[in-house]
């Protein structure tokens, strides 16, 4: 059985501020399969930057990992020097893509330079080996004339071509791994399409995994294989795509699944979630959801600690109304009690249960 390309073990993240810590990633497990695109949806200051930015150690300076593991090959990255994880990680096995490709591109030198120093500082290869791998880079993304752009500026480019000029420099040393963060936000719909495409694309035929952070539940259906659902901080479900949409287990799922039009595929009418997600730097006690959740189903929700995750039915889910032991209404699952982290579904591996 081939090992996940990546695996989060309950990864903890807290951001220290004058007065209070904030608890932006809690317990976080979570597995990316060879050549996978799995998705992490949830709404705004749940957790989904944050938990991105940490696999590549790119957080805020108050920002601390505080607890778990970020296995990647035989490194964990959550316990390597910031020196070992920019020379052997960052750029070379996992590259990072953001929402506005301003942020990555330096608008004063030309796209080829840029290109060929990200190439040549990971790669040992001449500049002229250098400058065939950064047209072939443009030309994997789809930038028409490659050779004649190279020596372009950033602003000599449309906004969508931009994020294809970030997506080959995220590219070019061949990651195993790729972080988009919101890639298609600001983009019109014509052009984030062709975005998502292109992901899929990178996917299918470069043996590169993609994490994609979206709000947008539309992006996951569209490219994704898996979902990994967060709120407050937590992974609170994990899905294959083709199930979540027919049969989402989490409440907060089902809720967000519902508050969404043009994903809304249930019978039922949309409704807009109430409240809003708490604050991090006081998160409620046992599921940070029960606030919200019409599904309450035992005083553990309110206080229980939940660690613990059920598989039901393809999904894992983090929830007391899949434990017989808190809902007597619940019969159990085909799959067993599966108390398993890391929602890997299609190939379980043996031995990581805790
Ligand atoms: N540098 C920081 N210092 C303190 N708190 C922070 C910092 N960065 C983020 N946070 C807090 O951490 C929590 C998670 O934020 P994060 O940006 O990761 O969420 P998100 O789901 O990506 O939101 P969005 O979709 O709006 O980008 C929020 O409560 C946010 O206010």
């Known amino acids: 059985m081939t090992s996940p390309r990546l695996s989060v073990r309950d990864l903890q993240v807290t951001y220290t501020t004058k007065h209070d810590a904030v608890h932006a990633v809690d317990r976080v497990s979570f597995d990316v399969q060879n050549d996978e695109i799995f998705g992490i949806v949830g709404e705004s200051g749940c957790g989904k930057s944050t938990l991105a930015s940490t696999i590549l150690r790119l957080l805020d300076d108050n920002g601390e990992i505080t607890g778990g593991e970020i296995r990647y090959g035989d490194w964990d990255l959550a316990a390597m020097s910031d020196r070992e994880l920019a020379r052997q990680i960052r750029g070379r096995e996992i590259s990072m893509v953001f929402q506005d490709p301003n942020t990555s591109l330096d608008p004063v030198y030309t796209i080829g330079r840029q290109l060929i120093e990200t190439i040549r500082q990971h790669l040992d290869v001449s500049k002229q080996e250098a400058r065939k791998r950064a047209i072939q880079s443009l030309a994997d993304v789809g930038i028409p004339s490659p050779e004649d752009r190279l020596d372009d500026y950033p602003h000599q480019f449309s906004g969508g071509m931009r994020q294809r000029v970030v997506i080959a420099i995220a590219l070019s040393c061949n990651p195993g791994l790729l972080i988009a963060d919101e890639p298609t936000t600001g983009l019109d719909v014509s ?15 470069h043996d590169t995994s993609v994490i994609l952070i979206t709000h947008d539940l539309g992006v996951v259906a569209e490219v994704c294989d898996r979902v990994g659902v967060m709120y407050a901080g937590n992974l609170v479900e994990i899905s294959p795509v083709d199930v979540v949409y027919d049969d989402p287990k989490h409440p907060y ?41 019409t599904k309450v189903c035992s005083d553990a929700c309110e206080t229980g600690d939940i660690p613990q995750v059920y598989r039901e039915n393809g999904s894992t889910v983090r929830c007391y109304l899949y434990d017989p032991a808190e809902n007597p209404e619940y019969e159990g699952s085909t799959e067993g009690d599966g108390e398993r982290p890391d929602g890997q579904l299609e190939h379980p591996e043996g031995g990581e249960q805790r």
């Open 191 to 205: 052009i984030q399409a062709q975005i998502l495409d292109l992901l899929e694309d990178i996917n299918d035929n």
């Open 253 to 293: 799922t089902e809720d967000l699944l519902r508050s969404i039009p043009e994903t809304h595929e249930m019978k039922s009418e949309l409704t807009v979630i109430k409240g809003t997600p708490p604050d991090l730097r006081d998160p409620p006690s046992g599921c940070r959801y029960h606030p919200r959740c």
